[in-house]
């Protein structure tokens, strides 16, 4: 049914105009059955995986699998309350979930209540988009103690995370430790250091609020390994945090001696990040330190960044129970730019903190034995999304490339899986056997497990309960923390 566009056109696939209505019509009835495909995962991954297929495939059936009852993903749970812009983008993938085409089976975990293998005998494509449900850990000494958390469970303690639901971080010191200079880790000093008015108007968690209206953290550090010149963050995040009020930068004119030469050359976004620091480290403590003091009592809030710096050991009080502060190697950069490498210069530094938040990356996990893992990358060995020797399984978002990049990239990389899937299609590459029955199937599966799925509807019910709730809080929403409760609301 499809031929590429022309160079330079936004996708590679449109509907093949060759063909009569009358012509494509008789094509569509006498070929091979409508194409069933299943999408592991509703974060961005799999519903722009979802999307495309749908968009350029006018025959084929889609399903989304997700093992919470809730769809969206990061989405919902990773992006910062503060930011409903980002959010928006529900609403496209709920157009996409209403389609008569695609249906949402959520509450259902693939690997455990219904095997990869069992999916592809059920679908003629299989794609797995089921992202990072792991983090990244420091391997030190200390890193187990009371007070140091995971960047994935703070931000999915706010953001409603159910699993996440029982954090109760302890918030009873002034100075917090954040170690990562990317985006994640701006968004949780961010959240630590907002004026609480700023919070309260958001979809933030009303146990997490409640958490912080009693917080003591007053000083923030962001500690990465390397120098200003390979930051993470992009500078919308960082410009938002030098601008948040109540709160001064503290930035050290010392680590960005003579960088203005080695930024001349550098793309515009980095030139821009490190010019926009600098500016923010010569500035004389002037007019934000009186609008810092207006702020009111428990003023001045602040927060810094250290670099070259590397976490050698969490220190533990001396109880032995809890952290007390981190002892960090001094570091010093061989090379340029990204490329640059950590070398430790043999002096150590201790930093006094009642809290560490680790932000050093996601990481993905192995979903299930019959599929290939590259444990090393913590992803999936494909190419263009074809998981590698097994035809018909695909894969899309961080399980295909690794925990990076944002929203944008990840829909980029999954139109990319959806068109190996869609000329798989075209090519015959796929067996088209008539016998794949989709989630009738898998349904019958489900139901001998004692598994009862969560369908889009019963999710939109879950979604005006909580609406509803938000509403009477001059919130947006107040998210349902408890998967029971949600369960509750739709009467399973």
């Not at 091979?32 to 999408?39: D, E, I, T």
């Not at 991954?45 to 990061?74: N, R, W």
């Not at 730019?337 to 192995?366: F, H, M, N, Q, W």
Request: glycine share 10%; net charge positive; charged share 25%.
């Amino acid at each position: 049914v499809h031929k590429a566009r022309p160079r330079g056109s936004s996708c590679g696939f449109t509907p093949c105009l060759s063909l009569s209505p009358a012509g494509l019509r008789r094509w569509l009835s006498s070929a091979a059955p409508a194409p069933r495909v299943c999408v592991v995962g509703s974060g961005p991954a799999g519903f722009y995986t979802a999307q495309h297929i749908l968009k350029h495939h006018g025959g084929a059936l889609v399903d989304i699998y997700e093992k919470l009852p809730v769809p969206f993903g990061l989405v919902r749970f990773g992006v910062a309350p503060d930011h409903p812009e980002v959010k928006n983008v529900i609403n496209t993938f709920t157009q996409t979930a209403r389609s008569e085409r695609c249906s949402y089976y959520g509450n259902v975990t693939v690997g455990r209540d219904v095997t990869v293998p069992e999916l592809r005998q059920a679908y003629h494509a299989v794609v797995l988009s089921y992202g990072a449900e792991d983090n990244r850990v420091l391997g030190i000494p200390g890193e187990n103690l009371l007070g140091v958390y995971s960047a994935r469970a703070f931000v999915g303690w706010y953001n409603g995370l159910p699993e996440n639901r029982d954090l109760k971080p302890d918030l009873s010191c002034e100075t917090a430790l954040i170690l990562g200079h990317g985006n994640v880790a701006l968004d949780i000093a961010r959240i630590l250091l907002s004026p609480l008015q700023l919070l309260r108007k958001t979809d933030i968690t009303d146990s997490s609020l409640a958490a912080l209206a009693c917080s003591k953290v007053k000083r923030v550090w962001l500690v990465g390994r390397r120098g200003p010149l390979q930051v993470a963050f992009t500078i919308k995040e960082l410009r938002e945090m030098i601008n948040l009020p109540g709160t001064r930068a503290v930035l050290d004119p010392a680590d960005f001696t003579g960088l203005e030469n080695a930024v001349k050359d550098a793309p515009r976004p980095r030139k821009r990040l490190t010019e926009l620091m600098m500016k923010t480290a010569l500035e004389k403590p002037g007019e934000k330190a009186v609008e810092v003091q207006a702020a009111g009592p428990g003023a001045p809030r602040e927060w810094g960044l250290k670099f070259q710096r590397s976490p050698q050991e969490v220190l533990p009080s001396a109880d032995g129970t809890r952290a007390r502060g981190v002892r960090m190697a001094l570091i010093r950069l061989e090379g340029l730019g990204d490329s640059a490498k950590a070398v430790p210069t043999g002096d150590v530094e201790e930093l006094e903190c009642g809290l560490v938040l680790s932000s050093i990356g996601y990481r993905s996990l192995p979903l299930d034995p019959a599929v290939p893992f590259d444990s090393q990358r913590g992803v999936i060995p494909n190419s263009s999304g074809r998981v590698e020797g097994v035809p018909g399984l695909y894969c899309s978002g961080w399980v295909k490339r690794g925990p990076t990049g944002v929203i944008i990239t990840t829909m980029n990389d999954s139109f990319d899986t959806a068109q190996s899937v869609l000329e798989d299609l075209q090519g015959g590459v796929l067996d088209m056997i008539p016998s794949r029955e989709g989630f009738g199937a898998v349904e019958s599966i489900l139901h001998s497990r004692g598994v009862r799925p969560v369908s889009f509807s019963d999710w939109e019910k879950i979604d005006a309960a909580e609406v509803a709730r938000g509403k009477a809080a001059g919130k947006p929403r107040e998210k349902i923390v408890d998967p029971a409760e949600m369960l509750q609301i739709i009467g399973h």
